[in-house]
Antibody, heavy 123, light 111 residues
Framework: EVQLVQSGGGLSQPGGSLKVSCAAS????????MTWVRQAPGKALEWVST???????FYADSVKGRFSISEDKSTNTLELQMNSLRVEDTGFYFC?????????????????WGQGTLVTVSS | QSVLTQPPSASGTPGQRVVISCSGS????????VNWYQQLPGAAPKLLIF???QRPARVPDRFSASKSGTSASLAISGLQSDDEADYYC????????????FGGGTKLTVL
């Protein structure tokens, strides 16, 4: 079964760091397109970052220079390292596999999703 | 302010048909396919519709979707109480807003 199980997150003061992890089963993280999406309390989904199989990384402007997406091949895990955290980074963080049409990566969808991890940034 | 515009709420009674709209622009819906995600209360989002009108095998055919120009829509027929959830549209976007954009979400209430 294709599944994503998340861990990490928690509470940090502004300016601090946290890491969220996403363990995959049923497929290899390194050969797939992987994504992080977040959701502030009571708000809409917001794309955060995507990692291509070739190693290309993409970040939303709001997190660029502060967040880093990577993968651990030994544990088949996707990670998001979050530094210089701000209050507005608070929310649930979801990992997801991005399914891509072979013809163009611009036709894609997110499936499956992890269960979500809560990140709280507060003094 | 989300790049794709959805009504914040929708409602219907059991058995009814409900349609949720998603409005975008030429840089997203007007040029690329649309996906829809269902988020049940307290749960992670799940893929509901991909490539504008395709359903994963696990999704019942009560759910259908389409697009025209720069707008898309999700229709739910034979409304059931467990359809009560938040629904999000999403698309690729070629502008500075992109590349992955979501709608603001529509909260569906089954009366």
């Amino acid at each position: 079964e294709v599944q994503l199980v998340q861990s990490g997150g928690g509470l940090s003061q502004p300016g601090g760091s946290l890491k969220v992890s996403c363990a995959a089963s049923g497929f290899a993280v390194t050969t797939n397109y992987m994504t992080w999406v977040r959701q502030a309390p009571g708000k809409a989904l917001e794309w955060v970052s995507t990692l291509y199989p070739a190693g290309d990384t993409f970040y939303a402007d709001s997190v660029k220079g502060r967040f880093s997406i990577s993968e651990d091949k030994s544990t088949n895990t996707l990670e998001l390292q979050m530094n210089s955290l701000r209050v507005e980074d608070t929310g649930f963080y979801f990992c997801a596999r991005m399914v891509v049409l072979a013809v163009t990566p611009k036709v894609n969808w997110f499936d499956p999703w992890g269960q979500g991890t809560l990140v709280t940034v507060s003094s | 302010q989300s790049v794709l515009t959805q009504p914040p709420s929708a409602s219907g009674t059991p058995g009814q048909r409900v349609v949720i709209s998603c409005s975008g622009s030429r840089s997203n819906i007007g040029s690329y396919s649309v996906n829809w995600y269902q988020q049940l209360p307290g749960a992670a989002p799940k893929l509901l519709i991909f490539k504008t009108d395709q359903r994963p095998a696990r999704v019942p055919d009560r759910f259908s979707a389409s697009k025209s120009g720069t707008s898309a829509s999700l229709a739910i027929s034979g409304l059931q109480s467990d359809d009560e959830a938040d629904y999000y549209c999403a698309s690729w976007d070629d502008s500075l807003n992109g590349p992955w954009v979501f709608g603001g979400g529509t909260k569906l209430t089954v009366l």
